[in-house]
């Protein structure tokens, strides 16, 4: 006959009670862990960029010399929250006191830069920056775009096809 001591019965009892405990329960089985914290991803993702940002980011690297550089970035800053340009052309060249064909040279490099549509005066020369950057060569969309924006937003595709002389199919 062996002897048991107290130690190996309190430890038995309790491999018996886990044992119990975890094959006959109700379906929840509670287990130690260790708790560690998990590291926050968010913490590696860079941060959000504005739209000025990421503008001067894409003409600085698009090459400009100096002088057509400082005239950009005079233009990025003058574009509203929702990348329209707030001043005239001529305006900018007296402040920047550089002839207005270089300011337009330069606006409309910053024409083709992420997103589309961005340095425009207003909402025409957004869809019309866009479709040219999207390679559509027609005229019909151009045409729409420049004189029926209007009719377009009230969806009046009838009005637009008897001004523009074509068909309610081709407006759609």
């Known amino acids: 006959v062996k002897e048991v001591t107290i130690e190996e019965r309190v430890r038995s ?28 991803f968010e913490a ?16 600085m690297l698009s090459g400009l010399p100096n002088e057509k550089e400082s ?3 005079m233009i990025i800053g003058n574009l509203n929250r929702d990348g329209y340009l707030c001043s005239d052309v001529e305006e900018l060249a007296l402040s920047a006191d550089a002839p207005i064909e270089t300011v337009q040279e330069v606006l409309d490099h910053l024409q083709t830069f992420d997103p589309p549509g961005v340095c425009a005066r ?17 005229h019909i969309i151009k045409e729409i775009i420049t004189n029926h924006l ?6 009046n595709s009838k009005k637009i096809a008897k001004a523009l002389k074509i068909s309610v199919d081709d407006v759609r």
């Open 71 to 73: 005239i950009g970035h």
């Open 122 to 138: 207003n909402l025409c020369e957004t869809l019309l920056i866009q479709v040219k950057q999207l390679g559509i060569e027609n």
């Open 150 to 155: 209007k009719n377009l937003e009230n969806r």
């Open 13 to 40: 009892d309790t491999d018996w009670e886990n044992y119990i405990n975890e094959y006959n329960s109700t379906g929840r089985i509670y287990t130690e862990s260790e708790n560690t914290e998990a590291p926050n």
């Open 44 to 59: 590696f993702t860079s941060e959000k960029k504005t739209l000025e940002q990421h503008l001067k980011w894409q003409l």
